[in-house]
């Protein structure tokens, strides 16, 4: 009888020191062990952005609306198959690339650049069609008035569709396109132009293509002559334009471009990032 009501005492601790740990780790972390870092879900019915149903939103810790504090902004476009129209539920946003990372909350809460700590508001939009350059302007306007945005460190991903409209929202308007301080484009759906190219050039806009050798959705060649094309504009961008093609066979290339991990002389993609500013 003591041998028993000592293994449920043993067991009762147990539980109650699991039951603590998880605790814990919500109030510290703010999340909770094994299902990621806070992301919101955010419904959208904005009439003059009508392609856009919703998003998702990562706040930095400690983010306190209007107390003056400014903090880089992450726009990241998705893939075509979270499109609304094909029958995706707002949560496929988190399947891939920057909100996969939070998702699995691998993203890193701060990141250290040239001495300096930055923590990053990162919003996913999802479409409902294929989007064009105009839905990454007027959203990039929206968010810049609605959240605490350094207007000096705004960066625009995308992967594949969404790589297209990080190309499209970086060369259709060179004017607006100035706001963006820098961009990391992943095997992204848009065939390159010299003309095109040229404009992304003239802004200095500093730019990291990234693909897998044997893509069978979208070549590699087009990361590899956006590149070539921007680079060999006159006059030449400041900084040059980079590529990193992954010798690697399938579509996926975000997988690895995205991991905090993976660095390239010494940074990250979103450290790569905040070296530029306007």
Not at 26 to 35: A, E, K, N, R, V
Not at 60 to 84: D, Q, R, T, W
Not at 99 to 119: E, H, L
Request: hydrophobic share 40%; aromatic share 14%.
């Amino acid at each position: 009888m003591i041998n028993h009501l000592l293994l449920l005492w043993q067991s009762f601790c147990r539980s109650f020191y699991r039951l603590g740990f998880f605790l814990l780790s919500i109030l510290f972390c703010g999340s909770i062990p094994g299902f990621g870092q806070v992301q919101t879900p955010r419904q959208f019915n904005d009439p003059t952005m009508s392609n856009i149903k919703g998003f998702y939103e990562y706040l930095p810790a400690g983010y306190s609306p209007g107390s003056g504090k400014k903090y880089p902004l992450i726009i990241f476009f998705h893939g075509v198959g979270e499109l609304a129209s094909s029958g995706a539920p707002l949560s496929a946003v988190t399947n891939n690339g920057v909100p996969r990372v939070i998702r699995d909350g691998k993203f890193p809460k701060t990141f250290t650049v040239n001495g300096q700590q930055f923590s990053f508001i990162v919003i996913s939009p999802q479409f409902n069609t294929w989007p064009g350059s105009a839905d990454a302007i007027k959203f990039k306007n929206y968010l810049v008035k609605t959240y605490d945005v350094d207007v000096n460190r705004i960066y625009i991903t995308g992967l594949s569709m969404g790589g297209g409209e990080t190309w499209g929202a970086l060369c259709e308007n060179p004017t607006e396109a100035k706001a963006f301080a820098a961009s990391a484009i992943v095997c992204g759906m848009y065939p390159p132009t010299t003309q095109l190219a040229a404009r992304i050039a003239a802004n200095n806009t500093p730019i990291w293509a990234l693909h897998n050798k044997q893509d069978p959705n979208v070549p590699s060649d087009y990361s590899v002559n956006w590149v070539k094309y921007i680079n060999a504009s006159v006059p030449a961008p400041n900084p040059l334009a980079k590529v990193t093609i992954f010798d690697a066979s399938g579509h996926d290339a975000w997988t690895q471009a995205y991991n905090p991990e993976f660095k390239e002389n010494g940074k990250n993609m979103y450290e790569w990032m905040l070296q530029y500013s306007k």
